[in-house]
């Protein structure tokens, strides 16, 4: 599996580089609730929550780094990459229409309700998370 993907860490770094992001107290917060598997009802909630499902892929693939790029990545910028993830999923037969939502409905979305459902087609199956990832790095 590690062959498909890109390393997490090196593409992480891109990222951070290339959208000119400096990390700050956020990144250490979702970190730490991240590694001591501690939800509190914090705003990190909802990001922390994306991969509970997958702990098996935990050793394949280091999610943090995940959680943390979509903390950052802005409300237009996840709209679009959810709206290119969803069309992947729909032109591959990967998920069930019915769970893709018209994009005129995610517009009025916040990006905590974007993060929700995103982690309900994350939830779907485990291909879909590896089809995630794939995703997510092409796209960024």
Do not use: A, G, W
Not at 1 to 25: A, P, Q, R, V, W
Not at 90 to 100: E, F, G
């Amino acid at each position: 599996m590690t062959t498909l993907f890109n390393n997490s860490e090196t593409f992480f770094f891109k990222f951070l580089n290339k959208y000119d992001i400096i990390l700050d107290e956020n990144y250490n917060n979702i970190k730490d609730l991240y590694y001591l598997n501690k939800y509190s009802k914090s705003i990190y909630d909802p990001y922390l929550m994306l991969f509970n499902n997958y702990v098996s892929l935990k050793n394949d693939i280091n999610f943090i780094y995940y959680i943390i790029i979509l903390y950052y990545t802005s409300k237009n910028n996840l709209l679009s990459f959810i709206r290119f993830f969803t069309s992947k999923l729909n032109h591959y037969n990967l998920i069930d229409k019915m769970i893709i939502k018209d994009y005129n409905e995610l517009i009025s979305y916040t990006k905590i309700d974007l993060i929700k459902y995103l982690t309900l087609i994350l939830n779907y199956n485990e291909e879909i998370v590896l089809f995630f990832i794939i995703c997510i790095q092409l796209y960024f």
